[in-house]
């Protein structure tokens, strides 16, 4: 069942027994499976591909919505595996549940209110994004892996699979285990998006002080900045971390609230 107020671009293939609500637009050449549900205040873009059975911009899984008129808003060229589910924002942030271009979430994976899912980002099987994160371009998550509402996970990184991520994930970093920790440099995705030698020379150093030696952050990069120009690489690994304490529990977004 379509409804005739949604607004259906050229060449969308629509197929058996959807619901597509009154407030969804589809942008052209988007094919939806067969049971299919959109709903909301729902904005999808060009290209993208939706398997059968997934759910996206229905209610917020929060006990404390109050049916505002809350959207989604998806890009271009991502693909939507079975069972995929991503709920439309809360109000507690700016209202918008957001994915970019070019991802490609696997079977069940489930995108929970006020995330911001980057761009050309994997999700396999059974990934569950808790409300709030953010999750930046380039990121690979392995199988049944857990993140934590409020979490940041930087670019170019690698959770394996089963991870569960409490703290937020530095860029370019691999982590894994049942409690995330810092592997190693991602440093066969560096070598696919065309960082550079140095970069990856640098960016290992970094890691090793941060996470080998654990000599601390500022004693890590007032050695690193004092060796010659500062790459941007490492500039934007430790901004991220310094945006990391400024929260609870290693999640830069999970800010402490004020007293009363």
Do not use: W
Not at 53 to 77: A, F, K, L, M, W
Not at 93 to 106: F, K, S
């Amino acid at each position: 069942m379509v409804d005739p107020r949604a607004q259906i671009g050229e060449g969308v293939q629509i197929g058996h027994f959807c619901v597509i609500g009154p407030n969804v637009k589809l942008g052209d050449r988007t094919r939806v499976g067969d049971h299919v549900t959109l709903d909301g205040v729902t904005s999808i873009g060009c290209d993208n591909q939706i398997f059968p059975h997934v759910s996206i911009g229905t209610n917020p899984q929060d006990v404390s919505y109050r049916n505002t008129p809350t959207r989604v808003e998806i890009g271009d060229g991502n693909v939507f595996r079975e069972q995929v589910t991503i709920n439309r924002a809360s109000e507690k942030e700016d209202g918008v549940t957001r994915v970019g271009d070019h991802n490609y979430l696997m079977t069940g994976t489930h995108i929970a209110h006020d995330c911001n899912i980057g761009s050309r980002i994997v999700l396999a099987n059974n990934c569950m994004i808790g409300g709030h994160a953010h999750i930046a371009d380039d990121v690979t998550i392995a199988g049944g892996a857990g993140v934590h509402q409020f979490v940041s996970i930087g670019t170019l990184s690698f959770v394996g699979a089963m991870t569960r991520i409490l703290q937020d994930v530095p860029p370019f970093v691999i982590v894994d285990g049942a409690d995330a920790r810092p592997r190693c440099i991602n440093t066969v995705g560096l070598k696919r998006h065309d960082y550079t030698e140095d970069d990856i020379t640098v960016l290992t150093q970094a890691f090793r002080l941060l996470y080998r030696k654990r000599i601390g952050v500022e004693p890590a990069r007032d050695e690193l900045f004092a060796t010659g120009p500062i790459r941007p690489v490492l500039r934007h690994l430790f901004d991220c971390l310094d945006n990391s304490c400024l929260g609870r529990a290693g999640r830069g977004r999970d800010r402490r609230k004020k007293a009363a």
